[in-house]
């Protein structure tokens, strides 16, 4: 009978086992780790078993809204720019050094990946897609996408207009001149999302009316994307926070908002595909009558598998609508905060493309060479990035540049599998980088300056964000706009100190109130 002592046995021997097995690893990865040159690299002590007090310091502070300025919190406390942590019985690497983040992203790009622990985190939602997958797939998915974003595609600017002037509705001013208190955050959410949809699917969800379109082709409710797509996106979020753990995060509301995602792009691509079939079997299109352009409709030229369709198209989706928006809740934010910088731009942008009335001198040209508003577009980004922090996984043992031996400039060891962590959110604000006045919201830095690896708020390498300039487009416009019809803003009072960051897979600025005056 199989009592009690065999069980001590047993486990006495698993334990002696993952002992011996645990030491043979280590003598093996120095022995590795000697042969190619590395030293060892700081490793931040834990208080608590498997890390627990580190995991609970990161939720503290991700619930308050205040992770990224722990994370560059945590880094001062090292005294490195290079650190190895474990938490949850996994190991890794955190780095904010420029050096070992090109590494990551260009130099050894081959040598790091996303790693399937985050395509099986993200996949319910987003499928396999271009942000999610590595290897030859992802090679195929940068192969399909990147042509549809050339510079004739993302400056369709009277396209963008229309969302504007929906926006704009929601911005009406009193007979003083003043709008009543305006939550921004949400309307930008709502207005990428409009546009987004409309180059991507074909078909926007004008998310920003008041009610459902009366068009009869629009079979579901719309403006309910918007709601479903939020809820999706912070809860996968909240998912990658729990590494291997992921599974155990998936309540019934993501279940039906990934439903609802799923059911408006599946009823896109069927449209899509109709659309392809009926061209094959339709007289040819004169040459000289221009068609609307849609992502999606370029897509179905390639492939015509639908899945593969709306996985593309879902994770396009999250770049171009959140990133984008983000950009913008920040940028008004600090504009609020900053008369002399919001009256600057503003003196440039009328002098660049004139009155509210006007629209014809805005191109994707103008826009660019619009120095000013680049300039504040930059240091909104380099403030507030985007995408705060990133990760890559060691596709086989390797290394990076620097961070071991006691001056921290010695290569060091990455094991395959380990995960390696970068912060552009804290370097983005290092004084070794940006000056004494790195926490400065100051736009005229830009004036002068070269950027390399210190700045990268769309990525860099291979897997730099293909929608950079559709972004950087879209918030452009966006504040030219705004900016030529209102010629004051301020703050509601208490909402000047930073507001706390909304962080999902993007990150935005919780809540804040401002009003604006209409230019008479």
């Given at each position: ?122 996949f319910p939602m987003l499928g396999n897609g271009i942000f999610t997958a590595d290897g ?203 008369p002399a910088v919001f009256n600057k731009l503003r003196m440039d942008i009328i002098d ?40 890559r996984r060691a596709a086989k043992d390797t290394t990076l540049p620097v961070g071991g ?116």
């Amino acid at each position: 009978m199989y009592g009690l002592n065999d069980s001590i046995a047993l486990l006495a021997v698993f334990f002696t086992f993952y002992v011996l097995y645990s030491v043979v690893t280590l003598l093996l990865d120095r022995r590795k780790a000697k042969a190619l040159g590395c030293q060892p690299v700081h490793v931040q002590k834990n208080r608590l078993p498997l890390g627990w007090d580190l995991l609970q310091r990161f939720k503290a502070a991700d619930a308050a809204g205040t992770l990224p300025e722990d994370m560059a919190t945590l880094f001062r406390e090292t005294g490195h720019r290079t650190f190895r942590a474990s938490m949850l019985g996994s190991t890794f690497v955190n780095t904010v050094e420029p050096k070992n983040i090109q590494a990551l992203l260009a130099t050894q790009f081959r040598d790091f990946g996303l790693g399937d622990l985050r395509r099986r985190t993200f996949f319910p939602m987003l499928g396999n897609g271009i942000f999610t997958a590595d290897g030859k797939y992802w090679e195929h998915s940068r192969a399909m996408i990147r042509p549809q974003f050339v510079r004739d595609q993302i400056s369709n600017l009277e396209m963008e207009e229309i969302h504007v002037q929906e926006l704009l509705q929601h911005l009406s001013a009193g007979a003083d001149g003043w709008t009543g208190p305006i939550n921004l955050t949400p309307l930008f959410f709502r207005l990428t999302l409009d546009s987004a949809t409309e180059f991507l699917f074909g078909t926007s969800v004008y998310s920003q009316r008041q009610q459902a379109t009366a068009d009869d082709d629009d079979q579901f409710e719309w403006k309910d994307l918007a709601t479903s797509f939020d809820i999706g996106t912070k809860i996968l979020g909240e998912r990658s926070q729990l590494f291997e753990f992921y599974w155990l995060h998936n309540p019934k509301i993501f279940r039906d908002s990934i439903k609802e995602v799923h059911r408006f792009a599946d009823f896109c691509v069927q449209n899509a595909l109709q659309r392809f079939h009926d061209s094959k079997q339709a007289p040819t299109v004169s040459s000289t009558s221009k068609q609307k352009y849609t992502f999606l409709d370029e897509l179905v030229k390639v492939t015509q598998e639908p899945i593969e369709l709306r996985s593309q198209l879902l994770n396009m989706l999250l770049a171009g609508r959140d990133t984008t928006a983000s950009l913008l809740s920040w940028t008004f934010w600090l504009l609020a905060r900053h008369p002399a910088v919001f009256n600057k731009l503003r003196m440039d942008i009328i002098d660049s493309f004139g009155p509210y009335e006007r629209t014809d001198r805005m191109s994707f040209s103008s826009l660019k060479s619009c120095t000013y508003l680049q300039h504040v577009l930059n240091e909104v980004l380099r403030l507030y990035p985007a995408v705060p922090m990133n990760s890559r996984r060691a596709a086989k043992d390797t290394t990076l540049p620097v961070g071991g031996g006691k001056d921290g400039m010695s290569p060091i060891f990455v094991k395959k599998g380990e995960e390696v962590g970068y912060y552009v959110c804290v370097m983005h604000r290092m004084k070794e980088f940006w000056g004494p006045d790195a926490d400065e919201f100051n736009p005229d830095r830009w004036a002068s300056r070269k950027h390399s690896w210190e700045y990268l708020p769309f990525n860099g390498g291979p897997r730099i964000c293909p929608g950079q300039q559709f972004a950087l487009t879209e918030a452009g416009y966006v504040v030219v706009r705004l900016l030529q019809r209102f010629d004051q803003m301020r703050l509601e009072d208490g909402f000047s100190a930073p507001p706390a960051h909304r962080l999902g897979l993007t990150d935005a600025p919780e809540d804040y109130t401002i009003y604006l005056h209409e230019m008479k």
